[in-house]
């Protein structure tokens, strides 16, 4: 059942521990932990690892048991092979993943939180293993359908990277190793509405990894199959809705916020759902962690009433 190797103390985030976590599927993922109670799950997205949680984690840390994953493919977990159909990147796969961790680590239940690509996986999550996921919040995405659907001028000029990262490989791949920093730190820059949100010795941990050639290639395996087996699965549970409590929180100078009526676009997706936009842009958790806590922590406090015995 998976094994646990123990990695030492965080050097980012106070009172967290680092292991590596080997699932029953072979997959090895990094994983932070810290803090004692019920537990909750939070995931990072592109193109950021596990530490764009450090402003807010060592807070929730007293009051949850916090696990922070790399996803597959990011930071310092494993990234697989993959195949012609991106099916070792889809949000199924990576959702199964976070399923067997927290197997692995012998919890069954347990709340999530999910930024970016992380909230797509919460999505798979959500609808793929319901009865263990009490409560989801996601951060700054409509429905990834949703938003190929409503594909216009403006979005595609805003979120170029949606339409790069999906052409075939080498393509994007070559041009991103041309110079990565200035890619990633370009990439950071335009979505971040607070200057200085991410502390320069985070940004630096997020540009080791990126310099691998293999997390490249992995996140570019990730938008491809958002663009193509995401969309299937989307496709197969149409009408399957998000059973737990929803939270949608959203940046109000980001693009989902300025091109999305965002409660609106999860409407038929859960049939909980309440949410509220920030005064950020693309990351709450980085740039605004206070007014994101004082919108989190009551909503994981009400569902938690709700935990079944």
């Not at 909750?40 to 922070?68: D, E, I, R, S």
């Not at 959500?126 to 190929?148: E, H, K, Q, W």
């Not at 399957?240 to 100078?253: F, K, S, Y």
Request: with cysteine; charged share 20%.
């Amino acid at each position: 059942m998976g094994s646990v190797n123990n990695r030492g103390q965080s050097p980012f985030i106070d009172g967290f521990q680092l292991q590596d976590v080997t699932l029953d599927n072979g997959i090895t993922l990094r994983v932070a932990t810290g803090g004692s109670g019920p537990v909750l799950v939070m995931l990072h997205g592109h193109p950021q690892n596990h530490l764009c949680w450090h402003k807010v984690a060592p807070v929730l840390a007293q009051h949850y048991t916090v696990v922070l994953p790399d996803l597959r493919g990011y930071g310092d977990s494993d990234k697989p092979a993959s195949d012609a159909q991106h099916r070792p990147y889809s949000k199924r796969a990576m959702a199964q993943d976070i399923a067997l961790l927290m197997t692995t680590l012998g919890h069954h239940y347990f709340a999530f939180v999910g930024h970016d690509r992380g909230a797509r996986v919460g999505h798979r999550l959500a609808l793929d293993y319901p009865d263990r996921v009490s409560a989801c919040t996601f951060i700054d995405i409509a429905p990834t359908a949703t938003m190929y659907q409503r594909t216009d001028r403006e979005f595609a000029t805003r979120y170029f990277w949606w339409f790069f990262l999906i052409q075939p490989a080498p393509l994007p791949e070559t041009l991103i190793g041309s110079n990565t920093e200035f890619f990633l730190r370009q990439h950071i820059r335009a979505q971040l509405k607070v200057a200085d949100a991410t502390p320069e010795a985070i940004l630096n941990d997020y540009l080791r990894c990126y310099q691998h050639p293999a997390m490249v290639h992995a996140v570019c395996e990730d938008y491809r199959a958002s663009a193509t087996i995401d969309l299937d699965d989307d496709a197969a549970s149409e009408g399957q809705r998000i059973r737990c409590p929803l939270l949608l929180l959203w940046g109000e100078q980001g693009t989902v916020g300025q091109l999305y009526d965002v409660l609106q676009t999860w409407a038929d997706k859960a049939t909980d759902v309440e949410g509220r936009a920030l005064p950020c842009g693309h990351s709450p958790q980085e740039e605004v962690p206070s007014a994101f806590l004082s919108e989190l922590q009551p909503f994981l406090t009400a569902a938690g009433k709700h935990r079944p015995a």
